[in-house]
């Protein structure tokens, strides 16, 4: 997929640059940060909500945020289990980079 070009006026200018396909979904989910823990050492869980997926990343909404580079853990509803860092942060949630070989990318866009 090529890089969008949208001229917005003649000083501005807005390019595109994502390759993969993204969709926009509202699934529940839960996740667990690598440095959250509760009082005995256990992972602590927080709900979430998928608000857009591609194979590449996930978007969550949650009033619950990571750090930039925090790893994190989320269980998706018709999706499972995906792990990966976080890239950025965004009012509401975060942007999850999801680590997994090719054929699991495969698979994943496969749902």
């Given at each position: 997929?090529?890089?969008?070009?949208?001229?917005?006026n003649?000083?501005?200018?807005?390019?595109?640059?994502?390759t993969?396909?993204?969709?926009?979904?509202s699934?529940?989910?839960?996740?667990?940060?690598?440095?959250r823990?509760?009082?005995?050492g256990?992972?602590?869980?927080?709900?979430?909500r998928?608000v857009?997926?591609?194979?590449?990343?996930?978007?969550?909404?949650?009033?619950v945020?990571?750090d930039?580079?925090e790893?994190?853990?989320v269980?998706?509803?018709?999706?499972?289990?995906?792990?990966?860092?976080?890239?950025?942060?965004?009012?509401?949630?975060?942007?999850?980079q999801?680590?997994?070989s090719?054929q699991?990318?495969?698979e994943?866009?496969?749902?």
């Open positions: 997929m090529a890089n969008t070009l949208l001229q917005l003649d000083d501005l200018q807005l390019v595109e640059c994502r993969d396909v993204r969709i926009v979904l699934l529940p989910g839960r996740f667990v940060l690598a440095s823990r509760d009082m005995i256990e992972r602590k869980e927080f709900s979430c998928i857009n997926m591609s194979c590449h990343t996930v978007a969550l909404a949650t009033p945020t990571g930039i580079g790893r994190v853990i269980h998706i509803e018709h999706f499972g289990r995906l792990e990966g860092p976080i890239p950025r942060q965004f009012e509401g949630g975060f942007l999850m999801v680590m997994a090719r699991e990318r495969v994943l866009a496969a749902k």
